[in-house]
Structures are given as C-alpha cells and as structure tokens.
C-alpha cells in the first residue's frame, strides 16, 4: 500500500509493505520492529484466503508479531492458519511461536455473541500469543 503524508515541505508517499517502511528515494527501508494484529482471523473461514499471502510474508519478514483473538475456538483456528503458513515456508510449526495462545489478563470482559454463530460467545483480545517467523538469511 502507498500512503500520502501531507508535511510543511509537501506531500511525500510512504510505502508499505509487511517487512519494511520506506519513503521512497530516501535510502534503505526501515525493517518493522514487530508487528501487533488485534483479532485478525487468520483461520476464520470467512477470511482465511485474504490471509493467506499476507501471513506467510510477515512470516518471512521474521519481526515478532502479537496476535490476540476473540475466543478459544478462534485461537484454535488462527493457531492451525499460522502453522499451514510456516509449513508452506518451510518453517516447522513449532518452531514460530514464542508464546503459544493463552488466556489475556487485559481480555475485554464484555461478551458478545458471534453473529454467524450464536452459541459462539467472544470477548476481543481474549487470547493472546506471540508468533515469529524468521528473515531469509542474505
């Protein structure tokens, strides 16, 4: 994505893309020193396909990435989506995370019914887990 920032010297464009920051023509692009994603779902079924691309270069990007979700079914889910994206690097699952999902302490505590599915009860940033994959090595 190209973003235009509005500065007393003129309207300059940052690119951006999942493993750097760069303005263009001013040296080399700033590499992300992690990455958070609030309730991404990366495994929702709805979803999966838009994730697909984007986790596996984030993955490659190697910055630590903080991912919550909205409950223990959706954890699941995302866990099984990181992992079929490390495999697909060549990563071994086990290897990419830093801290496995686990129960948020700063979890909302307001409860919400997942509209596609009533049983479902969610709270946003329920869980939470740290993921990394690794940069290519140069």
């Not at 838009?50 to 596996?56: I, K, P, V």
Request: overall charge positive.
């Amino acid at each position: 994505p190209r973003l235009e920032l509005a500065s007393p010297c003129g309207r300059r464009a940052l690119e951006l893309t999942f493993e750097c920051a760069a303005f263009p023509g001013a040296g080399a692009p700033a590499r992300w020193d992690a990455l958070a994603l609030f309730n991404p779902g990366f495994g929702h079924h709805a979803l999966v396909g838009a994730w697909e691309d984007a986790l596996r270069a984030m993955l490659r990007g190697g910055a630590p990435m903080l991912v919550t979700a909205h409950s223990a079914r959706d954890a699941r889910r995302d866990r099984a989506a990181v992992e079929r994206a490390a495999r697909a690097l060549g990563m071994r699952p086990e290897d990419v995370w830093v801290e496995p999902p686990a129960l948020n302490a700063f979890r909302s505590r307001k409860k919400a019914l997942d509209p596609a599915d009533p049983q479902h009860v969610t709270a946003a940033n329920w869980s939470v887990a740290v993921v990394q994959g690794r940069a290519p090595q140069a």
